[in-house]
């Protein structure tokens, strides 16, 4: 966990696509509400080491902007929306030594976090007044909505830097991004790809975008619930599209294992041996999902050990057992017809990652 003095040493990345292993020293201050009349008043806690040997340093390895504030009080944040997720960031931050003020629609969730230190809002209104920083973490961007218009939230936003959490389309993200930014608040967007329990360990993964100033002034909240929260850079549509592009592989891939323990229990092979050869199959998986990106992002597509027209004639074999066995024939038959579609397109002797074209948005 983190000092509840300095609020851990942060890094503060203007590149995108890096994890922010090596960055500048940056201490966290917290921001009291009177001081969100002035955002340009907080800029005099964040002094560059410039002329520095490190400074220089610095931005020759990351690009990165070194600033250094001094510690004068208490990290404190509010959370909007304790379900699941949205508790288990507020109960992090507590254990990680901030001040957390928390607002729920149901109250009983409030109360369990104020049981372990965190102040109770009287509403949404008073959980964004009551701190600069403000982590919104709802079911959708739809409920966020419905709450801003039933509270009157609008002139609240002024100053304020959310962090918004909640998974969103890119629909969502961008209306969302022009409204705070039309009322006077500051946006980090991110998306989250672990569960609750991860968060403030090595198993956390927090997927952030926002303006640089955005993202330094959150990067000690942050990096509380994950210390190598990953800077996806200013486009704000980037967590929305990694997190579901993350998505597709982990639906994909637990579909097909669904679906292979549906045909094998249907033709009669214990679960348990199924088991055992799926742990054989997983071990290569990895390198060989490394091969797949790294062929499409070199343009490597048409060197293959396993041609696209052989992947099909295996699905085609794989769809007469299940339809043998009588087991339901909707996933074989939709990967068919992207093999199909990759043939059409002339890609059969190609490796299977040429169907990146087949996926690629219509020309
Ligand atoms: N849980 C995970 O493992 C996980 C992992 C990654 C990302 N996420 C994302 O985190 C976000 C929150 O997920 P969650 O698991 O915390 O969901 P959840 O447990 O279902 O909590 C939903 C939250 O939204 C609030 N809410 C729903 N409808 C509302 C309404 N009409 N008015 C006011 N508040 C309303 C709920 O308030 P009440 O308590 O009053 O119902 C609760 O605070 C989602 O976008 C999800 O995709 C979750």
């Known amino acids: 966990m983190v000092d509840d003095q300095t609020c851990t040493p942060r890094f503060a990345f203007a590149e995108p696509y890096k994890k922010p292993s090596f960055g500048a020293v940056f201490l966290w201050r917290s921001w009291s509400k009177a001081e969100k009349h002035d955002a340009h008043s907080r800029s005099r806690y964040y002094e560059r080491p410039e002329g520095s040997v490190l400074a220089s340093f610095l931005q020759l390895i990351s690009g990165a902007m070194p600033m250094q504030t001094q510690p004068d009080s208490t990290p404190s944040v509010s959370v909007i929306g304790l379900g699941a997720?949205?508790?288990?960031?507020?109960?992090?931050?507590?254990?990680?030594?901030?001040?957390?003020?928390?607002?729920?629609?149901?109250?009983?969730?409030?109360?369990?976090?104020?049981?372990?230190?965190?102040?109770?809002?009287?509403?949404?209104?008073?959980?964004?007044?009551?701190?600069?920083h403000v982590i919104v973490c709802l079911s959708d961007y739809q409920v966020w909505q419905q709450i801003i218009e039933s509270h009157d939230l609008a002139p609240h936003f002024k100053d304020t830097f959310i962090?918004?959490?909640?998974?969103?389309?890119?629909?969502?993200?961008?209306?969302?991004?022009?409204?705070?930014?039309?009322?006077?608040?500051?946006?980090?967007?991110?998306?989250?790809?672990?569960?609750?329990?991860?968060?403030?360990?090595?198993?956390?993964?927090?997927l952030l975008s926002g303006e640089p100033d955005a993202m330094n002034h959150c990067s000690p909240i942050l990096s509380i619930l994950d210390a190598t929260w990953t800077n996806l850079g200013e486009d704000i549509n980037r967590p929305s599209v990694l997190s579901r592009s993350l998505m597709s592989g982990l639906t994909g891939a637990i579909m097909g294992l669904v679906n292979g323990a549906a045909i094998c229990r249907a033709g009669g092979v214990p679960l348990d041996v199924f088991m055992k050869f799926n742990e054989g199959t997983n071990s290569i998986l990895l390198s060989e999902q490394k091969r797949l990106i790294e062929a499409i992002r070199d343009g490597r597509t048409d060197e293959t050990e396993a041609s696209i027209k052989a992947w099909r004639e295996g699905n085609q074999a794989l769809i007469s057992v299940a339809a043998s066995l009588g087991t339901d024939l909707s996933l074989q038959h939709a990967i068919q017809e992207v093999f199909q579609k990759g043939g059409r397109k002339g890609l059969d002797e190609h490796d299977i990652s040429a169907l990146v074209d087949v996926f690629g948005p219509r020309k």
Not at 117 to 126: E, F, K, M, Q, S
């Open 85 to 132: 997720m949205g508790s288990g960031i507020a109960q992090t931050l507590l254990e990680g030594g901030c001040t957390v003020s928390v607002w729920n629609r149901s109250r009983e969730k409030v109360d369990a976090l104020v049981e372990n230190g965190a102040i109770a809002c009287t509403g949404p209104a008073d959980a964004l007044d009551a701190n600069s």
């Open 163 to 206: 962090i918004q959490l909640t998974t969103g389309t890119i629909d969502d993200v961008q209306a969302h991004a022009s409204f705070i930014r039309d009322h006077g608040g500051h946006l980090v967007d991110g998306a989250v790809m672990c569960y609750p329990r991860n968060l403030g360990t090595d198993e956390a993964a927090l």
